[in-house]
């Protein structure tokens, strides 16, 4: 059992309340939009971290954090990227890769809209954990945690706080 961090759009700022948030995870995923490698470097202290870099990340985070991470927590396979788009309206690269890797959790960022939605097509659970950062359009800083044990993905829980 894992307890799972997961955040995006920091925009090179992470609220303590946040890391306070994040405290009894087991990792810290980021869904895209670090901001600068500072940041990522304070969230990697706190806990493991898991990254993908998004569209306003410079070389300093490109180098380190790829743009798409695959990988398995316990049994559930996990897809990872900025800008992927939602069930119905993925992104092209993003639906070709859901068909052929199946994943059964599929995160993405970018939008700075918290989104949980159940993909019945593809039977995965799609989490977008919008803006943790205070650059941006949102009224709220959001993130979440969640449990993944075996193959359930449970007991998600969210963060908001107004922007600013």
């Given amino acids: 059992m894992k307890k799972i961090g997961l955040l995006s759009d920091t ?4 609220d303590e309340k946040i890391l306070k948030f994040f405290e009894d995870c087991d990792e810290i995923w980021h869904a895209g939009d670090i901001g600068n490698i500072e940041t990522a470097d304070k969230i990697s ?15 300093d985070v490109r180098i380190i954090y790829p743009k798409i991470q695959s990988f398995t927590c316990e049994k559930v396979k996990v897809l990872m990227t900025h800008i992927g ?19 059964n ?27 943790a950062g205070k650059s941006g359009l949102h009224k709220f800083q959001t993130a979440v945690r969640f449990i993944i ?13 107004p922007r600013g």
Avoid: T, W
């Fill in 11 to 14: 925009h090179a700022y992470i």
């Fill in 45 to 59: 202290k706190l806990k493991a971290l898991k990254a993908v870099y998004g569209n306003i990340d410079g070389q």
């Fill in 85 to 103: 788009g939602y069930p119905r309206k993925y992104e092209k690269e993003m639906k070709e890769l859901i068909q052929k890797l199946k994943p």
């Fill in 105 to 131: 959790l599929f995160i993405s960022g970018h939008s700075h809209i918290l989104k949980v939605i159940f993909d019945d097509k593809n039977n995965l659970l799609h989490i977008n954990p919008g803006a």
């Fill in 149 to 161: 044990d075996d193959e359930n993905i449970k007991d998600l829980e969210v963060f908001e706080k």
